[in-house]
């Protein structure tokens, strides 16, 4: 079991940037797939993106793709979102979630509380 904790949200403008960070104080945290998705007010979570245990893979939704960047450094037990060229409908909370899997909710055991990330136009 892992417990994943997220920061590094706030408010940026369009076309700016912000890195999201994901991290575990338990050591196992290394041997998961973590996953990023986000909810915006009166959606429904949808993913984001995700990066593989030792980095083995990495997804990103349509939506982010050649926007968004994953990393992992298990030496730290974190995982970064780097987010670029932001836009108004990035604007959701971003959740951190560890688990085996890719792009599906279901794949994902252990959630974040979530993080505000806010583009204003």
């Known amino acids: 079991q892992v417990q994943p904790v997220e920061s590094g949200g706030g408010l940026v403008q369009a076309g700016g940037s912000l890195r999201l960070a994901c991290v575990a104080s338990?050591?196992?945290?290394?041997?998961?797939?973590i996953g990023w998705f986000r909810q915006a007010a009166g959606q429904e979570r949808e993913f984001v993106a995700s990066?593989?245990?030792?980095?083995?893979?990495?997804r990103f939704a349509d939506s982010v793709k050649g926007r968004f960047t994953i990393s992992r450094d298990d030496a730290k037990n974190t995982v970064y979102l780097q987010m670029n060229s932001l836009k108004p409908e990035d604007t959701a909370v971003y959740y951190c979630?560890?688990?085996?899997?890719?792009?599906?909710?279901?794949?994902?055991?252990?959630w974040g509380q979530g993080i505000q990330v806010t583009v204003s136009s």
């Open positions: 979630t560890a688990g085996h899997g890719t792009s599906h909710e279901r794949d994902y055991d252990y």
């Open positions: 990066i593989g245990w030792a980095g083995k893979f990495t």
């Open positions: 338990e050591r196992t945290f290394v041997n998961y797939d």
